[in-house]
């Protein structure tokens, strides 16, 4: 959302209330979902798995579909042996994403994550952990809340900084057993800063902390992380009906027996979306895991498309804050003229 708004009381206690629901006490799990790569309800409004601080307008609304593979995003080498077990050697997710903006300072979004295929090697050394062909199946559903505090980017004063908040749940629907689901609740409350250059290029930083149950498979330990991210957007062209994004995340296991790799995962997306005026919008684009941590690919794929009724509404900011740059810097060039002249 696009617009100058007093940090209200009423997102103040949105917020609180969300930070309480945080600390809800949590079950112990077997398994653990492997998938890094959660894409924001409302694409148009966020990065790819970024979370940017703007959100959508009152009243407004997005659905859309987002599929990516990761290649090896779990794997296991037995001790003293030439040999790599994919564990998970492949998975391939559809995200069915839908978000409505209430209000300008509220944005409420889902996140159903179908797993279509998947497969991995059977191990001897990890005996029932493996998950070598499970098929079809849910992974666990997200409802995704959003508060918007401020977003100082508007017509008259193109370019600013936006702060949100938004506490991610996750819902055990998926089977943990098959590395889909935590199997027991899991949050991740976190704060979403955007820094909006005047030509439209945005820059976002996301800090937050995942609580989730303590898992141990062999040497692996799944527990509560920091989790952190960054992501620029910039806008291509005239009509800024292209941009171009690039984001790195990553994770820092809060309570491992010494930071090793396996608990820093880190990764690196970059992409391209374009922006139709009839409210369409499609991606495409692709990554590499930087650290080989908990759920980071080799690589990953993905192509996403959504519909929404905010139509050109983002195209109209871009452009009108185009014209509004435009307008200062003739102003500006008509000033130094008079001074010299």
């Known amino acids: 959302m ?34 890094q790569l959660h894409p924001g309800p409302s694409q148009r409004t966020n990065a790819f798995d970024v979370s940017q601080a703007r959100i959508l307008g009152d009243g407004a609304w997005e659905f859309g579909l987002f599929v990516h593979v990761a290649d090896a995003p779990l794997l296991f ?7 790599l077990d994919y564990i998970v050697a492949s998975q391939l997710t559809a995200d069915l994403t839908g978000a409505i903006g209430l209000g300008g300072v509220v ?3 889902v ?4 797993v279509l295929l998947q497969n991995g090697d059977e191990s001897e050394e990890i005996g029932d952990a493996d998950a070598p062909n499970p098929g079809f199946g849910l992974g666990d559903l997200r409802f995704v809340p959003t508060a918007n505090f401020f977003d100082g980017d508007t017509e008259d004063s193109p370019g600013g900084t936006a702060l949100s908040f938004a506490v991610p749940v996750y819902f055990p629907t998926g089977n943990d057993d098959d590395y889909r689901s935590d ?4 949050l991740e409350p976190k704060l979403l800063f955007d820094g909006v250059l005047p030509g439209g290029t945005r820059l ?22 920091l989790t952190w991210g960054a992501a620029v957007d910039i806008p291509i062209g005239a009509a800024r009906a292209v941009h171009a994004l690039a984001e790195l995340t990553g994770d820092i296991a809060v309570r491992a027996e010494g930071l090793s790799d396996e608990d820093l995962p880190m990764e ?19 990554g590499l895991g930087i650290l080989p941590g908990l759920g980071t690919p080799n690589w990953r794929g993905f192509v996403a498309i959504s519909y929404g009724n905010a139509g050109s509404s983002d195209r109209d900011d871009d452009d009108r804050r185009g014209r509004a740059l435009d307008r200062r810097i003739e102003l500006h060039t008509g000033e130094q003229d008079t001074i010299c002249g």
């Open 111 to 114: 996140g159903i994550p179908l």
């Open 77 to 83: 080498e037995p001790p003293e042996e030439d040999r």
């Open 183 to 186: 199997g027991a609740l899991r």
């Open 2 to 35: 696009i617009g100058n708004r007093p940090l209200s009381t009423g997102c103040i206690a949105f917020a609180f209330a969300l930070a309480v629901v945080a600390a809800a006490p949590r079950a112990g799990a077997q398994g653990f979902d492997v998938q």
């Open 204 to 225: 976002t930083a996301n800090a937050g902390y995942q609580v989730r149950p303590r898992t141990r498979i062999v040497n692996l330990v799944v527990d509560d992380a």
């Open 268 to 286: 690196a997306i970059a992409g391209a979306r374009y922006i139709h005026d009839n409210g369409l919008m499609m991606q495409l684009g692709g």
């Open 107 to 109: 944005e409420l979004g």
